[in-house]
């Protein structure tokens, strides 16, 4: 890779490291829409830009996790039930995500599957529909159950899982800040299961690409991660800092945005 795109990963993991301690959604989905444009320039073989993109992000969120619950944890918000409950079912379904299903879904259905799932999380935030008030989370079968779901769609988006796991924690009566914390501390096993089966999975389609290891592009890797652990914290903090209406804004505007470009690449892809 020459210096302009290792600056231009440099600044993506920086901004995605800020997104994913504010939103709690891992960065991921920040990540693959820029990473697409860089492997596309990159000249990647059309066929596997958006599954290494996919991959590379999923990746980065092992990392960017880690810092991102640091500062979480700093605060106490982190529902650290939630998570023992949760984090079963998401191993299971990123497995069988990142291991199985992934390597048979073409580029084309991959974005718009990205794009609808992003879309429809977005829209749900803005709605702002107050949830029951007697509303609960579900047992430990039903917890887990939500995890095997989203920890299999998150493997197919490769995104940190906080676009499913926020708006359903909100859905079950957890306040915004500390479903933002909660699904940060997810991100981990969601990342650590999906990374596994992309590395699989790619050995076992031989992609046979220099710098990548399975469907992972390392070099890519390395650099996002270097500036996402740093700018994690500042996310976290600010998490905090803002109202709840307008973290959803945020939340929601962001999504849309990534939902339309992933749109125009399966456009293009089915075209």
């Known amino acids: 890779m020459d210096i302009s ?46 599954h290494a993109a996919i991959a590379t992000s999923m990746t980065s969120i092992l990392f960017t996790s880690l810092s991102s619950i640091r500062a979480h944890q700093k605060k106490g918000t ?39 799932f992003v879309g429809y999380s977005g829209y749900n935030m803005l709605r702002n529909v107050k949830p029951k008030p007697t509303r609960q989370m579900p047992g430990v079968v039903g917890t887990s159950a939500a995890g095997v779901g ?39 096993p969601i990342a650590l299961a999906n990374s596994a089966g992309y590395v699989i999975s790619g050995l076992r389609e031989d992609t046979m690409q ?6 992972i592009h390392w070099p890519a890797l390395l650099a996002l991660v270097c500036a996402s652990v740093l700018t994690a914290p500042f996310g976290a903090n600010m998490a905090h800092r803002l109202p709840v209406a307008t973290l959803k804004r945020v939340f929601a505007f962001l999504l849309f945005a990534l939902a339309a470009y992933m749109l125009v690449k399966a456009w293009q892809a089915f075209a």
């Open 5 to 50: 795109v290792v600056l231009c990963l440099l600044a993506l993991g920086a901004v995605a490291g800020f997104a994913a301690g504010l939103l709690g959604i891992g960065g991921g989905m920040l990540l693959v829409p820029f990473l697409t444009m860089v492997f596309t320039w990159q000249q990647l073989p059309p066929d596997l830009v958006v």
């Open 78 to 116: 982190i529902q650290w039930r939630i998570v023992a409950m949760m984090a079963p079912g998401i191993i299971i379904g990123g497995l069988l995500s990142g291991g199985a299903a992934f390597s048979f879904i073409s580029t084309a259905w991959l974005s718009l599957f990205f794009a609808v």
């Open 150 to 188: 989203i920890g299999f769609i998150s493997g197919l988006v490769g995104a940190g899982g906080g676009f499913l796991s926020v708006p359903f924690m909100v859905w079950c009566n957890v306040a915004l800040h500390s479903a933002v914390s909660t699904s940060a501390a997810l991100g981990f």
């Open 210 to 215: 220099p710098g990548m290891i399975g469907y």
